[in-house]
């Protein structure tokens, strides 16, 4: 009986090492469904290089502590943006084309983009594939865009459903130093 507890608790012990090394641990729930810490963290890294190599190109002062929190809860901000509209689109099946609209946009995007430059311009500012690019920023904004353009159709503020849509999630947060309160992240 002391042989199988030990090894249950070694078996539990490396896996919440490996969860934690990979980021496989939400750092939020939004509608029940996890927003990943990886996911969070990836893009958070992104944006803070793409910041860092603006400053560099200005000739402009590194990246500040209240900086990049404020670019962390940004990030958040928008994931949990993106998964309330994502779960209102799979609710409502009149928008069930809404996701090859998106897809349609970014591939009318890369077909313009120089073949030649957008993997090393994703690359140096981003420290992402082009695929990642896509998946992480092009993606998303097309979806917006195509979900504004639905609901503005209707003669509805595209802002005015954002709000209400961000005010009526239910969000919990894991390891930020914020809390969800009236549709948007708070100090604690």
Request: net charge negative; charged share 25%.
């Amino acid at each position: 009986m002391r042989k199988k507890f030990i090894i249950t608790a070694i078996i539990l012990l490396l896996i919440g090492v490996s969860a934690g090394i990979f980021g496989l641990f939400p750092v939020a729930r939004v509608n029940g469904e996890f927003v990943l810490y990886r996911i969070y963290n990836e893009r958070a890294n992104a944006l803070e290089r793409f910041e860092t190599k603006n400053r560099l190109v200005a000739g402009s002062e590194s990246l500040t502590p209240a900086e990049q929190e404020e670019i962390r809860k940004f990030i958040l901000q928008n994931l949990i943006a993106e998964h309330v509209f994502w779960q209102y689109v799979e609710e409502h099946t009149a928008l069930s084309g809404l996701k090859e609209s998106a897809d349609a946009v970014v591939a009318g995007t890369l077909k313009e983009a120089d073949p030649n430059v957008l993997p090393q311009a994703t690359k140096e500012i981003y420290g992402w594939s082009v695929d990642e690019f896509v998946e992480n920023v092009l993606f998303w904004q097309a979806f917006q865009n195509e979900l504004q353009k639905v609901i503005e159709s209707d003669g509805t503020s595209f802002d005015e459903f954002a709000r209400m849509q961000l005010n009526n999630a239910q969000v919990q947060l894991y390891t930020v130093p914020w809390k969800w309160e009236n549709g948007g992240l708070s100090e604690k």
